[in-house]
Nanobody
Framework: QVEVVESGGGSVQAGGSLRLTCVVS????????MGWSRQAPGKEREGVAG?????????YYADSVKGRFTISQGNAENTIILQMDNLMPEDTALYYC??????????????????????WGQGTQVTVSS
């Protein structure tokens, strides 16, 4: 059984920083990517960032977070970190971590909405106040 656990969400003022961590355990059937998607109330889910553990493909970032968010591999196995700097109120959302097989950009495609895309966590809330 696969378990995806996110942590690090919280509330911060605009311009502040937060660090999200995701740990995946169990058999992920060859998943080589991990990343983050977010969903704000009344909005569609948005793929934020993706990381390829094979190291052959550059990380993916949504245009809305480029230059402010950094995704990286954690020290522990099957762990990723999302460092979020210069946060803005529009970053407020429930952030979901996922593990999947393929390219890191897939987190931002319609494929990520398919039921068999990969493995998802329950989400961690990020709230940015102005």
């Amino acid at each position: 059984q696969v378990e995806v656990v996110e942590s690090g969400g919280g509330s911060v003022q605009a311009g502040g920083s937060l660090r999200l961590t995701c740990v995946v355990s169990g058999n992920t059937y060859g998943s080589n990517c991990m990343g983050w998607s977010r969903q704000a109330p009344g909005k569609e889910r948005e793929g934020v960032a993706g990381f390829d553990f094979d190291g052959t493909i550059e990380p993916y970032y949504a245009d809305s977070v480029k230059g402010r968010f950094t995704i990286s591999q954690g020290n522990a196995e099957n762990t990723i970190i999302l460092q979020m700097d210069n946060l803005m109120p529009e970053d407020t959302a429930l952030y979901y971590c996922a593990a999947w097989r393929g390219g890191p950009w897939l987190i931002a495609t319609g494929e990520a909405l398919e039921y068999d895309f990969g493995f998802w966590g329950q989400g961690t809330q990020v709230t940015v106040s102005s």
